[in-house]
T-cell receptor, first 114, second 110 residues
Framework: DSGVTQTPKHLITATGQRVTLRCSPRSGDLSVYWYQQSLDQGLQFLIQYYNGEERAKGNILERFSAQQFPDLHSELNLSSLELGDSALYFC?????????????FGPGTRLTVL | GQQVMQIPQYQHVQEGEDFTTYCNSSTTLSNIQWYKQRPGGHPVFLIQLVKSGEVKKQKRLTFQFGEAKKNSSLHITATQTTDVGTYFCAGPDNFNKFYFGSGTKLNVKP
């Protein structure tokens, strides 16, 4: 158990819908990362937050947005969902924003778009 | 943009055989990290290499960071069935974007 929690574990929805994925970082970690992993693929970095502020942006679609709240939990919002958005979405946290910090991954949210 | 490639994509070995995965970045990395993802699981941090030419060992695992800090390798000696999983290398670019390699999926036959 990494200490990072993600909810929900599974999500099934239809095309065109909007969903929100939630992540709570490890106690004491200020940085949160979001990744997308399609079936049997690598991890695509989406976005990073540090202490409530956006720190780095990867290949995140305009239909996707994220935020980190004062209590440090983070939410990833996916809208106008398409079939291709079906994937595992991982959240990771680290103590500092630096790229040298170990990232601790949550169990992931499996999103299925029908 | 930056790319991090790994080879091979898949590797099937007999238990007891050695295994190596190679990681190549299109640009210099400030550091490289290795993660392991078991089937159905999430990535778990294994190790971080920072210095050019650095070599680190963890029991049967040996990690190397290239002199130019653009490539790395992970070598497992005498694989065991518990080594099954996908191994990813990863590192940040100068803008804090984190890049994961494409991964090498290791299968170990008992």
């Amino acid at each position: 158990d990494s200490g990072v929690t993600q909810t929900p574990k599974h999500l099934i929805t239809a095309t065109g819908q909007r969903v929100t994925l939630r992540c709570s970082p490890r106690s004491g970690d200020l940085s949160v990362y979001w990744y997308q992993q399609s079936l049997d693929q690598g991890l695509q970095f989406l976005i990073q937050y540090y202490n409530g502020e956006e720190r780095a942006k990867g290949n995140i679609l305009e239909r996707f947005s994220a935020q980190q709240f004062p209590d440090l939990h983070s939410e990833l919002n996916l809208s106008s969902l398409e079939l291709g958005d079906s994937a595992l979405y991982f959240c990771a946290s680290s103590r500092r924003p630096s790229g040298t910090d170990t990232q601790y991954f949550g169990p992931g949210t499996r999103l299925t778009v029908l | 943009g930056q790319q991090v490639m790994q080879i091979p994509q898949y590797q099937h070995v007999q238990e007891g055989e050695d295994f190596t995965t190679y990681c190549n970045s299109s640009t210099t990395l400030s550091n490289i990290q290795w993660y392991k993802q078991r089937p159905g699981g999430h990535p778990v941090f294994l190790i971080q290499l920072v210095k050019s030419g650095e070599v680190k060992k963890q029991k049967r695992l040996t990690f190397q960071f290239g002199e130019a800090k653009k490539n790395s390798s992970l070598h497992i000696t005498a694989t065991q069935t518990t080594d099954v999983g996908t191994y990813f290398c990863a590192g940040p670019d100068n803008f804090n974007k984190f890049y994961f390699g494409s991964g090498t999926k290791l299968n170990v036959k008992p």
